[in-house]
């Protein structure tokens, strides 16, 4: 389904086209929310793979109108870029005086003007086969009904604004329950590809980020490491023990039941035993080194937003491999994920 998007979303699509024809991951119109209120979006969100040590991750403002007021732009990207923890920022801006990119380069502002994104409307880089960001919303409203089966979109939008804080043990947990709804859903036979692979480039993208602290650290280490984070989240294994003693302490203060204390520790260690975690940890530590996390998420963000969505079968090999084991983790048939 085609939606014709307002013209600020044209130049975002294009901008969008862009960074990823230079080797950028990107999402588009990223909710900063802050206790459930939407704070602002993110016009882009960029992250980039520098070296197996170091990942960038930059805030873009677009601005495509006659009066784009630059100057002021460039204090609200930077502000963001500071409230986000983020390593830098871009403002993309209609405006093409040099006193804007000057303001920008003394504030280490990258400033694209307005002479670029002349260039870029006739750029081979700004156009590219996939659909847009309205196109994917109306794809994800018309699959679920909206509220009625799931809220797609709700799940989507909340599925990038952990890009923004999340990317960490306890975001790719929450990446993987969304991860094993939707497998059930494509079970079910409600047609859910892009919103799956959408969600597993997130979640990838996490896993990448997180694998750089680990590059020095052997094959079992970092098993063992991403088997404790998915098993017990950002907090670890410690953490949540003592978590667990001070519920049951405090339940048998109120509930005079002998032995109820222990039974509730050991069906919190029961829960915990039974995440797969051994599964995801073997297959990162042994088969996604390098690069692999990166590619696999380029290939999964690619495949959401193809004019067709493929099927897993259409894949490569390194995507197929996860969406098995992610399969596994979940309890789904290999067969239904694998289609």
């Not at 307005?114 to 847009?132: D, Q, V, W, Y």
């Not at 109820?260 to 797969?276: F, G, H, P």
Request: with cysteine.
């Amino acid at each position: 389904m085609k939606v014709q998007p307002p013209k600020g979303s044209v130049a975002e699509e294009a901008l969008r086209n862009y960074f990823l024809s230079i080797g950028y991951y990107v999402a588009r119109g990223v909710k900063f929310t802050f206790h459930r209120f939407d704070v602002t979006d993110v016009d882009l969100w960029l992250y980039a793979r520098n070296s197996p040590l170091s990942r960038e991750r930059i805030c873009v403002d677009i601005k495509n109108k006659k009066t784009p007021q630059a100057l002021e732009r460039i204090f609200w990207a930077k502000g963001l870029q500071s409230v986000l923890d983020l390593d830098s920022c871009i403002v993309a801006t209609t405006d093409s005086r040099p006193d804007v990119r000057e303001f920008g380069l003394q504030h280490n502002v990258r400033v694209l003007d307005g002479k670029f994104l002349s260039r870029l409307t006739n750029s081979a880089r700004s156009h590219k086969e996939r659909i847009t960001e309205e196109d994917f919303h109306a794809d994800l409203e018309s699959g679920s009904l909206g509220r009625l089966s799931g809220d797609w979109r709700g799940r989507y939008e909340e599925s990038k604004s952990r890009l923004l804080h999340s990317l960490n043990f306890d975001g790719c947990n929450a990446w993987l329950e969304d991860i094993g709804y939707l497998l059930v859903q494509i079970a079910s036979g409600n047609y859910a590809w892009r919103l799956f692979y959408a969600t597993c480039s997130h979640f990838m993208i996490a896993m990448d980020f997180i694998l750089r602290e680990f590059i020095a650290e052997d094959q079992e280490q970092r098993r063992q490491i991403i088997e404790r984070g998915i098993r017990y989240g950002l907090s670890g294994q410690a953490f949540t023990e003592k978590v667990g003693r001070m519920a049951a302490a405090l339940v048998e203060g109120v509930a005079a039941q002998p032995g109820l204390a222990d039974t509730l520790q050991q069906e919190l260690q029961q829960q915990a035993s039974n995440v797969k975690a051994d599964l995801l940890a073997e297959f990162f530590a042994r088969n996604l080194t390098g690069s692999a996390a990166f590619d696999v998420a380029l290939a999964l963000e690619s495949a959401a937003f193809s004019p067709q969505a493929p099927m897993p079968s259409a894949l490569s090999s390194q995507a197929q491999a996860l969406i098995g084991v992610i399969a596994d983790f979940c309890g789904v048939d290999r067969k239904i994920a694998l289609a």
